[in-house]
């Protein structure tokens, strides 16, 4: 059986590259959230069937 790491304490690690990449995600799904709504709204009031 493998033996057990006691030695992480917790609240010491850097996580400011996790904090980054999560909010560079957010930001991406808000833009991208948008874009697509913009796109929607273009092919509602331009529709070219009757």
Do not use: C, N
Request: glycine letters at 8%; hydrophobic letters at 50%.
């Amino acid at each position: 059986m493998a033996e057990h790491d006691d030695h992480h304490t917790p609240g010491a690690m850097d996580i400011s590259q996790h904090q980054r990449a999560w909010a560079g995600f957010v930001s991406f799904v808000k833009y991208s959230i948008g874009f697509i709504l913009l796109i929607m709204i273009f092919l509602a009031v331009f529709r070219t069937h009757g």
